[in-house]
């Protein structure tokens, strides 16, 4: 299994950014899809965005050209550049990875004001 740490949340007002980052405890090479997911209060968790081994993406309709999924093979993290964030965007958010298992970040909270 992987453990995954996630970092970056924050208060930040309307129209603000945000870099999220996904520390992986394996060689991020070897998972073959990794994710960002949010559950705001009240609401099912959800998909925000996800990136297959490469980089084929795909985006929730509502983060779609605000948001950017990426890998750092570098740095071995998964990070969600947020841009022009709404109050609606305000969740926890959690890091993902699919291997032979799903494994889930503990998340980071991510509070847009209006």
């Known amino acids: 299994q992987v453990q995954l740490v996630e970092s970056g949340g924050g208060l930040v007002q309307a129209g603000g950014s945000l870099n999220l980052s996904c520390a992986a405890s394996v060689t991020i090479f070897t998972i073959n899809t990794m994710g960002w997911y949010r559950q705001a209060p009240g609401k099912q968790r959800e998909l925000v965005a996800s990136?297959?081994?490469?980089?084929?993406?795909k985006y929730a309709d509502s983060v779609k050209g605000r948001f950017t999924i990426s890998r750092d093979y570098a740095k071995n993290t998964v990070t969600l550049q947020m841009n022009n964030l709404k109050p609606e965007d305000t969740a926890v958010y959690y890091c993902?990875?699919?291997?032979?298992?799903?494994?889930w970040g503990r998340g980071t909270q991510v509070t847009v004001s209006s």
């Open positions: 993902n990875a699919e291997t032979a298992y799903t494994d």
């Open positions: 990136i297959i081994r490469g980089r084929t993406t």
